[in-house]
């Protein structure tokens, strides 16, 4: 697999670069930037053949099997659907559009086009998110769930703009709502969101209260204005049963820590870690798994779509403008 990077995010260093050094019959052939000089500096940092003068050039390259787009979140969908319009499969960055109508765009596009759309959820493809799927159905009837991601950005990171689509619940929150998701095996209804504002209107802080049809009740929180923030402690998920519990600490990169504690519904705990690899890697497996046509993507479209549903309906309910 052939792969060239929209953009060159640091982001791309974890997700495609490091990971392709490890995955047989990856190539990550070529990148653009915004700045045409940063893309030199950053292909000869990292070993990539080809330096395009712009992401249309980029994505233009018909060498290249599939594109990674790591672009600030309102430029997912113009740059994914252009992709796969010329002929490219696409992963790309959570959250994968900055909002569910761009989505849907976007699936819509992958499904005419016939490409591989992924989002890069890359925690659901390591062996944790597995486990904790097997055990949370062991801890008998669930009643509540909560998901929590802190953070400290930088008040020139992108997550600060308005118009990049930034935001600490779609940045961060994306990830719990997914969490929650996966474990609940069914979409939530959002009930109340409340936020704390920072510049440009941009949530700082958020919590959402989520109910399922099932009986559940969740809440995820998210800040990125905490200063003590290092994963793995700002990462962790709670699940309550009528049975037993279970409790995971930073299942979304369990690679930098990660701890899963569970009283189960036979009377039994379990108290481990699980794996090796770098969820990264486990993600760029699957994906060129999905490429050559086997199984059926565990972060595809309509995951995503749902997804990003949840996350429009907060920002309503906070009273918040959706990111565009």
């Not at 989505?103 to 992958?110: N, P």
């Not at 989002?119 to 486990?131: G, K, L, N, S, T």
């Not at 008998?140 to 118009?163: E, I, M, P, Q, W």
């Amino acid at each position: 697999m052939r792969i060239g990077l929209v953009g060159a995010a640091d982001i791309a260093i974890k997700a495609i670069i490091e990971p392709a050094m490890i995955v047989d019959d990856v190539d990550v052939a070529a990148v653009a930037a915004r700045d045409p000089l940063r893309a030199g500096r950053f292909a000869s940092e990292h070993s990539i053949a080809t330096v395009h003068a712009d992401y249309e050039a980029l994505i233009g390259d018909d060498s290249l099997d599939a594109v990674y787009i790591a672009l600030p979140n309102s430029l997912h969908a113009e740059w994914s659907i252009a992709a796969m319009e010329r002929g490219r499969h696409v992963l790309c960055e959570k959250p994968l559009a900055a909002n569910a109508a761009q989505a849907v765009q976007m699936v819509e596009t992958a499904r005419r086009t016939h490409r591989v759309l992924l989002e890069a959820f890359h925690w659901r493809y390591h062996p944790v998110a597995a486990r904790l799927i097997d055990l949370s159905q062991r801890i008998g009837h669930l009643t509540h769930a909560s998901a929590y991601f802190n953070a400290c950005a930088s008040l020139d990171d992108v997550a600060y703009r308005l118009n990049l689509g930034g935001g600490s619940f779609i940045d961060l929150g994306c990830y719990c709502v997914h969490q929650i998701r996966a474990l609940a095996r069914e979409e939530p209804h959002v009930v109340r969101a409340a936020a704390t504002e920072g510049p440009d209107g941009i949530d700082v802080t958020m919590e959402a209260v989520l109910s399922f049809s099932s009986g559940l009740d969740a809440v995820a929180r998210t800040s990125m204005v905490d200063k003590g923030a290092t994963l793995p402690q700002s990462m962790g998920l709670h699940l309550q049963g009528t049975d037993g519990s279970l409790d995971a600490l930073n299942p979304m990169a369990p690679q930098l820590g990660h701890r899963i504690v569970a009283k189960l519904a036979d009377g039994s705990a379990v108290d481990e870690v699980l794996g090796s690899g770098t969820s990264y890697e486990y993600q760029l497996r699957a994906f060129q798994t999905y490429l050559e046509g086997e199984g059926v993507p565990l972060t595809g479209g309509r995951d995503a779509v749902a997804n990003m549903t949840v996350i429009d309906a907060v920002y309503r309910s906070a009273g918040l403008p959706l990111r565009r």
